[in-house]
């Protein structure tokens, strides 16, 4: 793994909503090994800037580009369709939001399996790597709780299994912490550390904790939707 390789690279994104600016000229990297804090006041275009780069969101100028892919030309996310961008985020990129991505009425097990049978993994085959990726998360023996039936930090571990499993190389993480309290949230956050650190996956994390941030090797600022600082965290 060459940590300096960039996975995703945005140019000069802008986006506006009617009369409402999410995004004016931000421009940013993403490097394979790397954990990068997106951090600004609500409002400053944090989570258009992660939907731009997993290809959610089309910015209205500048462009998204993923390198390292299978053809081994780099992909022009901005210029895929829809089905094109979907099945990237299917295959390339993993999830963690602050709730509401896991299915309450399906079990930890199938939640995680679910990721692995969207691209093709036969059910049995899903559920044996389902229980494997939640074990090393801690959750041994807990693939057929349901959701509900789950704490706050054990849910995140699931949607961490989920979001990693089907081997995406950026993880996205929107505020996971948002919704923890500050013991739990450390550990929530140390997981998803390291289920990147050694691997090569990069993690993109928005949030408004400093705390959170100091984790991430690299910290990016927002404010009135301009990037206005990038500098290198304090961790590793
Ligand atoms: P942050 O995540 O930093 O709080 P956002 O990227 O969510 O900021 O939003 C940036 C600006 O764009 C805000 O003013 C927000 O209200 C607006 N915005 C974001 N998404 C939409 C949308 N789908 N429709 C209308 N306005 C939006
Ligand atoms: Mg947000």
């Known amino acids: 793994m060459i940590a300096d390789t960039p996975?995703?690279?945005?140019?000069?994104?802008?986006?506006?909503y009617g009369s409402t600016t999410a995004l004016d000229g931000v421009s940013?990297?993403?490097?394979?090994?790397e954990s990068v804090a997106v951090m600004g006041a609500s409002g400053s275009g944090k989570t258009t800037l992660l939907h731009c780069l997993a290809g959610i969101v089309l910015p209205d100028t500048g462009s998204v580009r993923l390198f390292g892919t299978a053809t081994g030309v780099p992909a022009e996310i901005?210029?895929?369709d829809d089905a094109a961008r979907s099945a990237l985020?299917?295959?390339?990129f993993g999830f963690v939001f602050q709730q509401g991505?896991?299915?309450?009425?399906?079990?930890?097990?199938?939640?995680?399996?679910?990721?692995?049978?969207?691209?093709?993994t036969p059910r049995q085959v899903a559920e044996q790597q389902a229980a494997a990726a939640l074990a090393a998360l801690g959750l041994a023996g807990m693939e057929g709780r349901r959701i509900g039936e789950l704490s706050g930090g054990q849910?995140?571990?699931?949607?961490?299994?989920r979001a990693?499993?089907?081997?995406?190389?950026?993880?996205?993480?929107?505020?996971?912490?948002?919704?923890?309290?500050?013991?739990?949230?450390?550990?929530?956050m140390a997981l998803l550390l390291q289920s990147v650190a050694g691997t090569g996956r990069a993690l993109v994390v928005v949030t408004h904790d400093p705390e959170v941030a100091r984790w991430c090797s690299r910290v990016l600022t927002l404010a009135d939707w301009r990037m206005v600082a990038d500098t290198a965290g304090v961790a590793r």
């Open 7 to 16: 996975v995703l690279s945005a140019q000069n994104l802008t986006k506006t």
């Open 28 to 33: 940013a990297t993403v490097r394979a090994g």
């Open 78 to 80: 901005t210029s895929l």
């Open 89 to 92: 985020r299917r295959t390339e």
């Open 101 to 120: 991505l896991l299915i309450p009425e399906l079990t930890a097990g199938e939640n995680v399996a679910l990721a692995l049978m969207l691209n093709g």
């Open 155 to 161: 849910a995140q571990r699931v949607a961490i299994a």
């Open 164 to 188: 990693q499993v089907n081997g995406a190389r950026v993880l996205f993480a929107d505020e996971p912490t948002g919704a923890l309290d500050s013991r739990t949230s450390a550990d929530v």
